[in-house]
Nanobody, 123 residues
Framework: QVQLVESGGGLVQAGGSLRLSCAAS????????MGWFRQAPGKEREFVAT????????SYADSVKGQFTISRDNAKSTVYLQMNNLKPEDTAIYYC????????????????WGRGTQVTVSS
């Protein structure tokens, strides 16, 4: 079992930045690729970014390329999502998840999920 807890969400004005964190406990963090997903009001949950076990490979949704950066610190069992130049359409609940697959972009490839953290971007 892996327990994931997200933090760092909040209310920010358009153009601002936030850094989300996801702390993991339980099984060895470095055994899992990690991903971030988001769910906006009235929409399905969608892929945002993923990072390999070692952190040397990443993949992003086209909608956030160049705007968001995923990283991880295996010594701290934590994955991060740096979000810059935020837009109102980035408003969503952001979830982190753990997978045994390399750079997976589908929800079904993830085995463990956090409860999410709310990000609200005002215009």
């Amino acid at each position: 079992q892996v327990q994931l807890v997200e933090s760092g969400g909040g209310l920010v004005q358009a153009g601002g930045s936030l850094r989300l964190s996801c702390a993991a406990s339980g099984r060895t963090f470095s055994s899992y690729a990690m991903g971030w997903f988001r769910q906006a009001p009235g929409k399905e949950r969608e892929f945002v970014a993923t990072i390999s076990r070692s952190g040397d490979s990443t993949s992003y949704a086209d909608s956030v390329k160049g705007q968001f950066t995923i990283s991880r610190d295996n010594a701290k069992s934590t994955v991060y999502l740096q979000m810059n130049n935020l837009k109102p359409e980035d408003t969503a609940i952001y979830y982190c998840a753990a997978s045994t697959y390399w750079l997976a972009m589908t929800q079904g490839s993830y085995h463990y999920w956090g409860r999410g953290t709310q990000v609200t971007v005002s215009s």
